[in-house]
């Protein structure tokens, strides 16, 4: 099974700050990798499919890059509204799996 | 627009068996693979079990692989989970997603509001 490993697991930042969260399989996935915000009390949200794919109407403050086993997901000029959890998930086999997910909180 | 809505959740026993259902809308539901997928409460999310448009490829989670049974009905639209001799550490909130892809490896591009099943005594 491919085990997903995400750091940091809390981030405290600015509105302003640039955040940056990474993934790590633990075996290769090319870019079979996602990424969810998620908010209290509510379903996740997907963000980025295939690594770097934007979904539909996320801002371009986001964005996701790597392949193979290293994932990045960056959020530039942080909102208020970017505040939440973080995930990942990898795409590529059975059974499918997340990451443990980081926390994004106010400084 | 595409809606997701669990229901059958429920405060039941250990030992004993729940069905879950999905009411799904919006969309072509037998175009997509659909899946369950966990969070207990306060902690990550857990993928369960995944099943294939025409219901011929079904996955599950070693987690719970011999006590769950995914299914769906493409006529009325609908996605199931039966989950049999339930545990504690099977509680958590249960959440109806869409496969984006059109593979049954995928991510999940809507989900569902979640069902909180409970396994108490």
């Known amino acids: 099974d491919i085990q997903m490993t995400q750091s940091p697991p809390y981030v405290s930042a600015s509105v302003g700050d640039t955040v940056t969260i990474t993934c790590r399989a633990t075996?290769?996935?090319?870019?079979?990798l996602a990424w969810y915000q998620q908010k209290p009390g509510k379903a996740p949200r997907l963000l980025i499919y295939?690594?770097?794919t934007l979904y539909d109407e996320v801002p371009s403050r986001f964005s996701g890059s790597g392949s193979g086993t290293d994932f990045t997901l960056t959020i530039r000029s942080l909102r208020p509204e970017d505040f939440g959890k973080y995930y990942c998930?990898?795409?590529?086999?059975?059974?499918?799996?997340f990451g443990g997910g980081t926390t994004v909180d106010m400084k | 627009e595409v809606q997701l809505v669990e229901s059958g959740g429920a405060l039941v026993q250990p030992g004993r068996s729940l069905r879950l259902s999905c009411a799904a809308s919006?969309?072509?539901?037998?175009?997509?693979?659909m899946h369950w997928v966990r969070q207990a409460p306060g902690k990550g999310l857990e993928w369960i079990s995944s099943?294939?448009?025409?219901?011929?490829?079904?996955h599950y989670a070693d987690s719970m692989r011999d006590r769950v049974t995914i299914s769906r009905d493409n006529a009325n639209n609908s996605l199931y989970l039966e989950m049999s001799s339930l545990r504690p550490e099977d509680t958590a909130f249960y959440y109806c997603?869409?496969?984006?892809?059109?593979?049954?490896?995928?991510?999940?591009?809507?989900w569902g509001p979640g069902i909180l099943v409970t396994v108490s005594s």
């Open positions: 295939a690594a770097s």
């Open positions: 998930q990898q795409a590529d086999t059975f059974p499918l799996s």
């Open positions: 075996q290769g996935i090319s870019t079979w």
């Open positions: 099943v294939s448009w025409n219901s011929l490829t079904r």
């Open positions: 997603t869409r496969g984006r892809g059109l593979g049954e490896l995928t991510d999940f591009d809507y």
């Open positions: 919006g969309f072509t539901f037998d175009d997509y693979g």
